[in-house]
Each structure stands twice: as C-alpha cells, then as structure tokens.
C-alpha cells in the first residue's frame, strides 16, 4: 500500500526557515518524480518543487531561490527546506507521486496519483 506521511509544518515568522519531512512506503522514491504541492485557503493547488528520478530538481518563480527539495534514498524519504518564508507561503503542503509532467506555454503541470494528508505551514507577520 502506497503511503505519504508528511511532518514539519509549523508556525513561524517571516524571514525565517521550515523543513518539511515526507516518509513514503510502499513504493521506492527514487524510482519516481515526487512534487511538494501547496494549497492556500480559497486558491488551488500549486505545486512548489519538484524532483525526478534522475535528481533534476525544479521550482516555480515564485519560490525559487528561498526552497530546496531534496531526498534520502536510504530512508525513503522526501524533505523541503523552506526559507525567507513569506505570509503568502503560508498553506498547507503536501508531498504528491507524479504521473505526468507536461511542458505548456505557462509552464510545467503535473498530475498526481498518491497525496500524502498534508502539513501546515503558517507565517506570521
């Protein structure tokens, strides 16, 4: 059975750092491409990082430079270090098993298949 366990989320101020924690089971990480997603009260998802099989790590504008997604092959696990947190970071993230990645005009776009239940991340001004 395919399990995402996430953990780390917190309440902090802004300017300063979070890392997040995603324990998977049931399947081997490295062998997939895993994003981290973020939802915000009232807006969609949005997906934050990600990184393939082959270790190639990606980011949107909005978080690139401040976020970093890494793995540990060896515990199967998934992390974000977030930093220079912003109020508009605050959401609740998730780490998710891609199953598609499609280039368009406004970007990349990804589809899903396992969600792990989310953990929240909140910073205050």
């Known amino acids: 059975e395919v399990q995402l366990v996430e953990s780390g989320g917190d309440m902090v101020q802004v300017g300063g750092s979070l890392r997040l924690s995603c324990a998977a089971s049931?399947?081997?990480?490295?062998?997939?491409?895993m994003n981290w997603v973020r939802q915000a009260p009232g807006k969609g998802p949005e997906w934050v990082s990600a990184?393939?099989?082959?270790?190639?790590?990606y980011y949107p504008d909005s978080v690139k430079g401040r976020f970093t997604i890494s793995r540990d092959n060896a515990k199967n696990t998934l992390y974000l270090q977030m930093d220079e947190l912003k109020p508009e970071d605050t959401a609740l993230y998730y780490c998710?098993?891609?199953?598609?990645?499609?280039?368009?005009?406004?970007?990349?776009?990804?589809?899903?298949?396992?969600w792990g239940q989310g953990t929240q991340v909140t910073v205050s001004s």
């Open positions: 049931g399947f081997t990480v490295s062998n997939y491409n």
């Open positions: 998710a098993r891609v199953t598609t990645t499609t280039m368009t005009a406004a970007g990349r776009s990804y589809e899903y298949d396992f």
């Open positions: 990184i393939h099989s082959n270790g190639r790590t």
